[in-house]
């Protein structure tokens, strides 16, 4: 989303410097100067990696234009990270590749009226090149917005997945079902579902991430379908168009179901009952294992070590730094899956040197605040690489 969105900007004569995680210049670099910082990115975890990482490069006065789906509690976080003096937009945009190419999308846009007259003219002009503006109301309203409106979106072309599923089983081929409902007030929607598409134009793994910003008590068909969702993006699907739900769920019957990237869920139409995870905003693991693994509604991560994208180890004989790295990797692995460190029940710590339990207890408590969970702390003479000076795994209730 972002290319397309910079080059628009780009074509309408702004000057713009356009920069991603991992490219070897520091987000400070990339913003130093610039009076609007526009972000569009996956989830909160990497919303917050990302600014915290800008802050010593962002310029007085500076307005930051939040355009990711994170929710209005990251929204909030936000907030409280920058400066006061740095305005704060959440503009989260309705569409996908083709819209934001073509300069269509809906832009939700809350937070204008906390800024000065002419700052919000400037915002206003600036998203105005993606497509029609909406304005939700104060901060946090548009993002809430969004997250309101996916929640009725994606689970609506879950339930239609699950109804050519339904059908498929029952002899009433997909044509015949979606030509019948074509003439019924979700026909636009089943529509899209017909023939799933080949392109990839809003990923099933980030409307898994979308409902989990809408795991709230009550919203039960949001839940339901963030679940059918995971178990599709366990069975290797999480990069397809969110479409693939449909061959998915309708199991070995159709020829979709024998992709090569589908796991055994596909294969079989059968629910995994553990649905391993492995969230894009840590680095990746070396293939043994996953980072997390969820059963029903209980999550276990696995242990966590300051290593980073080349599996280099982070803050060699520095337990501060190691501990802040790893419970940075947990605190996303849990916003992943719509927890925080609250819902935590166990932790367990090994640790090669006991001398060292202070540091390591005052990071910990910067993130397990309240009422701590159970506990396990053990010394270990030496973990799996060398210079690694603790590892951290929990083990959580989902909400």
């Not at 010593?56 to 006061?84: C, D, Y």
């Not at 740095?86 to 832009?107: K, M």
């Not at 294969?267 to 995870?277: E, I, Q």
């Not at 242990?303 to 980073?308: F, N, P």
């Amino acid at each position: 989303m972002g290319v397309p969105m910079a080059r628009r900007l780009a074509d309408a004569g702004h000057p713009v410097t356009v920069w991603r995680r991992g490219t070897g210049v520091t987000a400070a670099e990339a913003v130093r100067g610039a009076d609007l910082v526009v972000t569009m990115l996956r989830d909160p975890a990497a919303v917050r990696e990302v600014l915290a990482a800008a802050l010593p490069g962002l310029a007085p006065g500076a307005t930051v234009v939040e355009m990711s789906t994170i929710g209005p509690e990251a929204v909030r976080e936000l907030r409280a990270l920058l400066p006061a003096s740095t305005g704060l937009v959440d503009a989260p945009v309705l569409g996908s590749v083709g819209p934001a190419a073509d300069g269509t999308l809906t832009v939700l846009a809350g937070g204008l009226d906390g800024l000065d007259a002419p700052v919000a003219a400037k915002v206003r002009e600036v998203l105005s090149v993606f497509g029609t503006v909406r304005e939700a109301g104060p901060l946090g309203a548009a993002a809430a917005l969004k997250v309101a409106v996916m929640s009725a979106i994606v689970p609506a072309q879950v339930l239609i997945a699950e109804t050519f599923a339904y059908g498929t089983a029952h002899g009433v081929p997909r044509e015949v079902l979606a030509d019948v409902l074509a003439g019924t007030p979700i026909g636009p929607l089943s529509e899209r579902l017909r023939v799933p598409a080949a392109e990839t134009r809003y990923a099933l793994g980030l409307a898994a991430k979308d409902l989990s910003l809408a795991a709230w008590p009550e919203a039960t068909l949001a839940t339901a379908a963030r679940r059918r969702l995971q178990e599709a993006e366990a069975a290797g699907l999480g990069g397809r168009d969110l479409t693939a739900i449909a061959p998915h769920l309708e199991g070995p019957s159709t020829p979709h179901a024998h992709s090569p990237e589908a796991g055994d869920g596909a294969r079989t139409g059968r629910a995994p009952r553990a649905v391993p995870l492995n969230p894009p905003t840590v680095p990746a693991t070396n293939g043994m294992y996953s980072h997390a693994v969820r059963a029903g509604d209980t999550l276990y991560v696995s242990g966590q070590a300051a290593l980073d994208e080349g599996h280099r180890v982070v803050g060699e004989g520095d337990m501060t730094v190691q501990a802040e790295h790893v419970f940075r990797n947990l605190e996303r692995i849990l916003a992943d899956q719509g927890a925080t460190f609250e819902d935590v029940t166990f932790i367990r710590t090994y640790l090669t040197d006991m001398d060292l339990r202070m540091e390591y207890g005052a990071v910990r408590r910067k993130y397990i605040t309240g009422t701590p969970p159970a506990s396990t702390t053990v010394e270990v003479p030496r973990l799996f690489m060398p210079g690694l000076l603790l590892e951290v795994d929990v083990i959580a209730a989902l909400p």
